[in-house]
């Protein structure tokens, strides 16, 4: 069984590009949540896609967007990035779309902005 | 958005201590309460989790107590190792909702 993979690992951008993160599910968990850790802080939600839709979403603007393929996989798209994106972007999966059975994190995409 | 306020930032233990890290959240519809462990250069993974229904929970050096009427909750590591030197979060959740709360996180080094 494998875990979560996220690629790529770090990404060094340019403030108004745009960037792709991919995320792969755990076997067995058709639910992908995209969080964002801050240096220092906790993560924070961004968004929730469950059967290829958007299945809740934080306070983060529209410019951050996403997808779900068939095979549960994800992608996390931010357009425009600024300075303050830069941050460690965690995928994590379930076997639900409630947060309360529990999330498997990968190691996340370490993505500067500059 | 943070609605999970954990503390001490960062704690030192002498190995074999007890390593006790507190959060109060301010939703009383949460329902669900886990610890989540990070080391450098993972993601979090998933230590130990309790809902209110119960005011302790074990799980080998690992508890959990919880205290619904004060809205605590607390993580104790007893015989702590410097193998459990990490950040932890605590974290809370309500219902079917799908969007947890963290703290902000507590940076523990056991000293051999």
């Known amino acids: 069984e494998t875990g979560v993979t996220q690629s790529p690992t770090h990404l060094i951008k340019t403030r108004g590009q745009q960037v792709t993160l991919r995320c792969s599910s755990q076997s067995g968990h058709n639910t992908v949540s995209w969080y964002q850790q801050a240096l220092g802080q906790g993560p924070q939600f961004i968004f929730q896609?469950?059967?290829?839709?958007?299945?809740g979403r934080g306070n983060f603007p529209p410019r951050f967007s996403g997808l779900q393929f068939p095979n549960y996989s994800s992608e996390l798209n931010v357009n425009a990035l600024e300075l303050d994106d830069s941050a460690l972007y965690l995928c994590a999966s379930s076997p639900s779309g409630a947060a309360n059975y529990g999330y498997t994190f990968g190691s996340g995409t370490r993505l500067t902005v500059v | 958005q943070q609605q999970v306020k954990q503390s001490p930032q960062s704690l030192i233990v002498q190995k074999g201590g007890i390593s006790i890290i507190n959060c109060a959240y301010e939703n009383t519809a949460f329902d669900y309460f886990p610890w989540y462990q990070q080391f450098p250069g993972k993601g979090p993974a998933l230590l130990i989790a309790i809902r209110p229904d119960v005011s302790e929970k074990k799980e080998g050096r690992f508890t959990i107590s919880f205290n619904k009427s004060a809205k605590q909750f607390s993580l104790h590591i007893m015989d702590s190792q410097p193998g459990d030197s990490a950040t932890y979060f605590c974290a809370a959740s309500k219902g079917n909702n799908n969007d947890m709360r963290f703290g902000a996180g507590t940076r523990l080094t056991v000293k051999p």
């Open positions: 896609y469950y059967r290829e839709e958007e299945n």
